[in-house]
């Protein structure tokens, strides 16, 4: 009989926590804005790359953003825009991998449409999770979310590098592995 006890405990122990999850998980986002372009007078180069290349840059330039945060991700290039991390479920950590389509858009900047993801074995919703990314991923402040429409902004034109150096993009094109860059070195006012 003190079987049927624990095994009802332990039943509504287990649907609190799954309630407590989906109560977590369905809040809802805060409202976001995408900001326009800036644009930096200088002199411009073009540079092409490839999805070699261009992983190596992108996770140096995560792993310096995020380094002392709990959560860490890694992001690569292939026929897709993939984005994987570990997430603890239930006691065990399981794969979370999130794909996209990149599109470059007007400005610039680059869009991550398409969004395809998988916790271990199961696909998942995409606006709750990228709800989820929101909140707890270590994101650089260029990079916004916005699960209402299921897409992430690449803001390149906000990045600034050592000494003032912006990048936006002209084009990005991962199945014939063509990457086109503008470099703008920025020049000062005095001349």
Do not use: C
């Amino acid at each position: 009989m003190n079987w049927k006890k624990w095994f009802w405990t332990l039943v509504v122990l287990d649907i609190a926590v799954v309630m407590l999850f989906a109560v977590w998980l369905f809040q809802p986002a805060k409202p976001i804005s995408v900001p326009s372009p800036k644009k930096v007078k200088g002199a411009t180069f073009t540079v092409y790359s490839n999805k070699e290349h261009l992983n190596t840059v992108i996770n140096d330039y995560i792993r310096k953003k995020a380094k002392d945060h709990p959560v860490q991700y890694r992001v690569w290039l292939d026929d897709r825009v993939y984005v994987a991390s570990k997430l603890p479920v239930f006691g065990r950590e399981m794969d979370l991998v999130v794909s996209f389509i990149p599109k470059v858009v007007k400005g610039g900047n680059v869009v991550l449409e398409s969004p395809e993801i998988s916790l271990g074995d199961w696909e998942l919703p995409v606006t709750y999770v990228l709800r989820y990314l929101r909140k707890h991923a270590p994101l650089p402040d260029e990079v916004i979310i916005d699960p209402k429409v299921n897409r992430v902004y690449v803001e390149l034109t906000d990045i600034r590098f050592g000494n003032g150096y912006q990048v936006s993009a002209r084009k990005i094109d991962l199945a014939k592995d063509e990457i086109v860059f503008t470099l703008t070195i920025p020049t000062s006012a005095k001349q």
